[in-house]
């Protein structure tokens, strides 16, 4: 019996002319995409070049291109005597399976990010860039870029020149001592908490964490399957006599000394004494997050936990995020060598290095002075709003304490044990006004007030937002 | 009995007078130094500021604000009626400890990284940047930094405008289609493995890996304690045939179908639906890394294996390390959302998200048409230089076969058993030519041969290479 002829096919690619794309492209496509639409099934036989040439009005010779590219591509082929036929196995599309398990997937991390601002917010941590300093950040990009980019990877611990340069900056405005090849560069603090996460802990190892604290980095810890210790924190700091000696010691503590987050103290130097004479006796390493220590009012600074440390125990992790913009993700690790070591490892493996182009503006940014002229700036607008803001919660001063001025651009307005918080939220909430309590920040912290954030706040605004806030206090 | 009297330091700090330097400020950092360095012992009396003052020849103002800073920091205390004094506390630098081992020091990462270049090398995967499109280049970094960065962290997937843009482009160059909210930027391969790993394996998870294949990939999933399954490879890449299936069945499987590294060979299409199949079969995910397809010569390209399948199992990874610059860390995964949530979960803990304004320049650079430019003509320039290596080798022709010359700035010089490869290694180094063997990247296979990088070789320096290679094969 004769096998039975393999059905032909009418399916015709559509065609548009000057539309900039060759008509050879064109049949390319049409029919690679018909193939997978399942529009011509597999096994099909397409007609001959001569026909598909008359029936299209292409020339010929073209059609021939297109057929032999689908050829190459293994979309058709050809069989001695017969014809050009669609691949025999079945390339059709079939409605994408959306998996939503599978060996592969493993549960979703643990993630809780703010959602984006909306309306009137004392947003924490968030900054102000409308008077960024734009020609001298013009200038310094431009700079960046007046060769061409390298043609290999470069030095996983960043651009030398930055640590250089990053190093002198520490020294004038932070009196810390480093040596370049002490720093590695990374993006941002998330970063350099993800590389430490990787060169220290083991599943289940013991994290000291300020309680309350800073929700994301609490968040990386738990992505690297840590076990969260919360230290209780007062407007001195972490409490250091808490934390667990011994076999219970934790193996990392994480630190914000220039400005806790979210209450606002400065940990005081007995404390950081104390804190790294307990990291030598339980052999545990200090992680100080020194996110903010730019933006201090009207006090001397403390010294770095790492400027006073001997004995190896501290990674210190600085940003650019702050003072400049979190959407550049430029941030550093200063630790010892064995650590930096690692970390540089794991820099490598996890993207080989950071952005070249914005290692050299930021070079240049720091190096022409532009850097600490715009902290200096916006050290007096934040100086401003906070007294701004101050001001403005005077008339609930009996019921609410503002707290953490030293430093940052949150305050924390400690409340009396009976104001009820939650209808406060909700009363501005309904006026347009978000603001957030400190048991957001919380694992088992009973402290009980408002964190607010007032640095993207013009003074009108912080004006307006305080007088809702004011009024949801006084009904 | 009377308290033995506290002992009095005649320590005094050196100044400099218009060094741009205050007074105060060295005064302040003097005494700091002292004390840390215990010049200044914890507990000494310091002397009175009218001393100080006389001594020093300063105003007297200046010293009291440097020792008010001294107290505020706490590196000083007063006690009523009897003076200033250095805070009772140790505070004296000991030798700093470089700690080698410590509980939490983690063991070294596995990890070989090619040392930078020193002389003549065919160096594998490296690309050519000396003819760079430089005036649109910083049009487009103009373009970026146009307006103030934001004062907020930004999308984490990336910016909306690059993964239109880069959607665009992949249809136009790879034929595949795919959604903005397919995509998330990140920061070139490497970080794209090191997100997918973070989402889908466990330890001791296995890993289906192309042998030999990309060192650097290897070690990624090895930090994330993969186990990695060797796959033989031919001049069709894998051999899909060689995964083990049930539950052997590895959990990821990588592979480079456009381009084998280094073997040079693509996946045919016979072998891609295979993929895909025992993929599905297999509750598998692959990854489809395609790092360099847009250098291909004289051949048409074949399909991504994203573009052929429907069952949701291909995670697609894209990067402009290859045809820009490695230093710019910036390339794309394109998954089903399931994968793409967790992607981006863990993009946010691991830095937040990509360079901002890396993204807005790579946006303008694609909108503008000037990459798909100089795509164009560095593949004109890489096959330049392809058909000089290639003609170079002539002389060795029965000795050494040359392969993988359809796509890549690398080829595979597969030699006759006989040939002594070491020998020859070691005769190019001695005439400061470094060439590497494939055995570099395999694991258990048994290829004999070089791996030719010739990217960033000038078509001089190919001849020049090239002949003392063909010498080194003679003697």
């Given at each position: 019996?004769?096998?039975?002829?393999?059905?032909?096919?009418?399916?015709?690619?559509?065609?548009?002319?000057?539309?900039?794309?060759?008509?050879?492209r064109?049949?390319?496509?049409?029919?690679?995409?018909?193939?997978?639409?399942?529009?011509?099934?597999?096994?099909?036989?397409?007609?001959?070049?001569?026909?598909?040439?008359?029936?299209?009005?292409?020339?010929?010779?073209?059609?021939?291109?297109?057929?032999?590219?689908?050829?190459?591509?293994?979309?058709?082929?050809?069989?001695?005597?017969?014809?050009?036929?669609?691949?025999?196995?079945?390339?059709?599309?079939?409605?994408?399976?959306?998996?939503?398990?599978?060996?592969?997937?493993?549960?979703?991390?643990?993630?809780?990010?703010?959602?984006?601002?909306?309306?009137?917010?004392?947003?924490?941590?968030?900054?102000?860039?409308?008077?960024?300093?734009?020609?001298?950040?013009?200038?310094?990009?431009?700079?960046?870029?007046?060769?061409?980019?390298?043609?290999?990877?470069?030095n996983?611990?960043?651009?030398?020149?930055?640590?250089?340069?990053?190093?002198?900056?520490?020294?004038?405005?932070?009196?810390?001592?480093?040596?370049?090849?002490?720093?590695?560069?990374?993006?941002?603090?998330?970063?350099?908490?993800?590389?430490?996460?990787?060169?220290?802990?083991?599943?289940?190892?013991?994290?000291?964490?300020?309680?309350?604290?800073?929700?994301?980095?609490?968040?990386?810890?738990?992505?690297?399957?840590?076990?969260?210790?919360?230290?209780?924190?007062?407007?001195?700091?972490?409490?250091?006599?808490?934390?667990?000696?011994?076999?219970?010691?934790?193996?990392?503590?994480?630190?914000?000394?220039?400005?806790?987050?979210?209450?606002?103290?400065?940990?005081?130097?007995?404390?950081?004494?104390?804190?790294?004479e307990?990291?030598?006796?339980?052999?545990?390493?200090?992680?100080?997050d020194?996110?903010?220590?730019e933006?201090?009012?009207?006090?001397?600074?403390?010294?770095?936990?790492?400027?006073?440390?001997?004995?190896?125990?501290?990674?210190?992790?600085?940003?650019?995020?702050k003072?400049?913009?979190?959407a550049?993700?430029?941030?550093?690790?200063?630790?010892?060598?064995?650590?930096?070591?690692?970390?540089?490892?794991?820099?490598?493996?996890?993207?080989?290095?950071?952005?070249?182009?914005?290692?050299?503006?930021?070079?240049?940014?720091?190096?022409?002075?532009?850097?600490?002229?715009?902290?200096?700036?916006?050290?007096?607008m934040?100086?401003?709003?906070?007294?701004?803001?101050?001001?403005?919660?005077?008339?609930?001063?009996?019921?609410?304490?503002?707290?953490?001025?030293?430093?940052?651009?949150?305050?924390?307005?400690?409340?009396?044990?009976?104001?009820?918080?939650?209808?406060?939220?909700?009363?501005?909430?309904?006026?347009?006004?978000?603001?957030?309590?400190?048991?957001?920040?919380?694992?088992?912290?009973?402290?009980?007030?408002?964190?607010?954030?007032?640095?993207a706040?013009?003074?009108?605004?912080?004006?307006?937002?305080?007088?809702?806030?004011?009024?949801?206090?006084?009904?």
């Open positions: 019996m004769k096998p039975s002829r393999p059905a032909s096919s009418d399916f015709l690619p559509h065609l548009e002319r000057n539309n900039g794309i060759s008509l050879e064109q049949l390319v496509h049409g029919f690679r995409q018909a193939i997978l639409d399942g529009q011509l099934g597999h096994g099909m036989r397409l007609p001959s070049s001569r026909v598909l040439a008359n029936t299209l009005k292409v020339n010929r010779n073209t059609v021939i291109a297109a057929l032999e590219q689908l050829l190459a591509e293994g979309y058709l082929e050809t069989k001695r005597g017969s014809g050009t036929f669609v691949y025999a196995q079945n390339m059709q599309a079939q409605a994408v399976t959306h998996l939503e398990t599978a060996r592969w997937l493993l549960p979703a991390a643990h993630l809780l990010v703010a959602p984006p601002v909306q309306s009137l917010e004392f947003r924490v941590c968030q900054i102000a860039t409308n008077h960024f300093p734009l020609l001298s950040w013009r200038k310094s990009w431009l700079q960046a870029v007046q060769a061409a980019p390298p043609d290999d990877y470069q996983a611990l960043g651009e030398p020149s930055l640590r250089q340069a990053i190093g002198a900056y520490l020294q004038r405005a932070r009196g810390l001592n480093s040596q370049p090849e002490d720093m590695l560069i990374c993006n941002g603090t998330i970063q350099a908490l993800h590389l430490i996460c990787q060169a220290t802990l083991q599943t289940g190892s013991s994290v000291a964490f300020e309680d309350p604290g800073f929700p994301l980095a609490r968040q990386v810890f738990l992505s690297h399957q840590a076990k969260i210790l919360p230290i209780p924190v007062d407007q001195d700091g972490l409490l250091v006599d808490q934390l667990p000696t011994g076999k219970n010691a934790p193996v990392l503590v994480y630190v914000t000394p220039s400005h806790q987050f979210p209450l606002g103290g400065r940990l005081s130097l007995a404390r950081r004494l104390a804190l790294l307990w990291a030598k006796q339980n052999d545990a390493l200090i992680l100080e020194d996110y903010d220590s933006f201090r009012f009207d006090v001397p600074p403390l010294p770095p936990l790492a400027s006073l440390d001997h004995s190896g125990r501290v990674a210190y992790i600085g940003t650019f995020s003072v400049l913009t979190p550049l993700r430029l941030g550093y690790i200063i630790s010892t060598p064995a650590l930096r070591q690692r970390l540089c490892q794991y820099k490598t493996l996890a993207d080989y290095q950071t952005n070249q182009p914005s290692q050299l503006a930021m070079t240049h940014f720091i190096e022409t002075g532009a850097l600490e002229r715009h902290i200096a700036k916006m050290r007096r934040y100086a401003h709003k906070r007294s701004t803001l101050v001001h403005a919660l005077e008339p609930i001063a009996k019921l609410a304490k503002v707290r953490g001025l030293e430093a940052g651009i949150n305050i924390f307005l400690e409340c009396q044990p009976h104001v009820p918080l939650e209808n406060i939220v909700a009363r501005c909430a309904k006026q347009g006004l978000v603001v957030s309590t400190v048991g957001q920040y919380a694992l088992q912290a009973k402290h009980h007030g408002l964190v607010l954030g007032y640095g706040l013009e003074p009108e605004e912080i004006i307006q937002a305080a007088k809702i806030l004011v009024g949801a206090f006084s009904r």
